[in-house]
């Protein structure tokens, strides 16, 4: 019965997934503005549900370490295995706005999360490492400024494709909360089962802890990520990715800052750097491949690093 929850959980992600691509980018085209603001906050917001729910869970329940852990490894996976593997079987194109503003502008996120969260080891400010509630609060209005400027700047809508589903707007909406739905409990069922089913099998809690429960999270934004490239939806599939690390830490962390301060005690200095990595590596691409696009053979070098960085974690097990 877990091996067939499991293969249910992963029929509702990759249906889920196929319904939020259609549906998204049909609301896009109707609402006039381009896929990739559309991946930048309808499902960039969706497909962060799992973690602000496993976050404000924790927080809630007095473990709100689990917050800070929760999202630094969610957006470490977006970037280095989502994205990496996204660009190797679909090269992910970059167009000047993202290169001049969208990934500069989520580095800035980054830089002011490890600013603010390391305030002690890099500045000497306060006796230890950790999100304030003053912190959170700018977290939350910059959060706020993002949404309104992407809405106001989104360029309008490519015409429509061959392949364009010609969708009434009502049928396009169900279809994204249908898919949104289907990717949160299709991940959710699929995280439990393979749970279980790595208890059964003897393996350790630690190592399902940093496999299976630190990836499942990031289930939607691999999903919708890979069957947006597949169909030729590649904006919206960087969008996505760019969305939901931005809306991890402006919103979720955020909010989880607002309701208790966040300690960063269990963040290495090597978690840090993977993840300021992560992001410069999506900027040098953006200047460095030959056709704007991050290439199949960059998104092999993210994905070999996102394998060092987990065997890195194997180690200190």
Partial sequence: MTIIWLLVGLGLIVLGADWLVDGASSIARKAGVSEFVIGLTIV???????????????????????????????????????????ALICPVSMSRENRKKDIPLTIVVTVMLLAFGLDSTLWGAGPADRLSRLEGAIFLAAFAAYIMESFLTGKPASEESADSKNLKLWMAVLLVLSGLAGLIYGGNLFVESATKLARVLGVSDKFIAVTILAGGTSLPELATSLVAALKGRDQLALGNILGSNVFNILLILGSSALITPLSFASITNVDALVLLLSMLLLLIWAYTGRRERIDRLEGAIMLLLFGAYYTYLFIRL
């Avoid at 969706?46 to 370490?65: F, I, K």
């Fill in 44 to 86: 960039g917001f969706g497909t962060s549900c799992p973690e602000l729910v496993v976050s404000l869970t924790g927080v809630l329940e007095g473990n709100a370490d689990i917050a800070i852990g929760n999202v630094i490894g969610s957006n470490i996976f977006n970037v280095l295995f989502i994205l990496g593997l996204t």
